[in-house]
């Protein structure tokens, strides 16, 4: 009986998610750019990545964003009772912004590390 309840809220949440990926950043409104794709290493080309976070995001030029990688982790003691898979996240480099292409995309420079595709980007917390 579990099992059903947890079916029918897994399933759709599942699809949902699943055509959100598919619509694209700028394409599927605000929703999707400011939960799923806002922070994504969406191109690189040799030293340069192409994020999804724009002026709309209040990215400026100079900015230094940390990058990081989800690395998925099998484990018998879950953090999440009833999953045996969760995910952590790594911190593999930094870039900086280097243009604003529009609101939505920004072009930045590998500072320190690597940055994957489909990574995501934070702006680095400042120290005062």
Known sequence: MKTKKCMIILIPAVLITAFMFIAGCATS????????????????????????????DGAQVGQELAV???????SVNPPVQGTQIYF????????????IVDEHYARAEIVSGRADKNATVELEPTIE
Do not use: D, F
Not at 34 to 44: A, P, S, T
Not at 88 to 99: P, Y
């Open 29 to 56: 409104g605000k929703a999707y750019h400011k939960y799923i794709m806002r922070g994504q290493v969406l191109e690189l080309s040799g030293k340069e990545a192409y994020l999804c976070i724009g002026s709309r």
């Open 68 to 74: 990081y990688q989800n690395i998925p982790v099998r």
């Open 88 to 99: 952590k996240r790594e911190r593999i480099g930094t870039v900086r912004i280097t243009a």
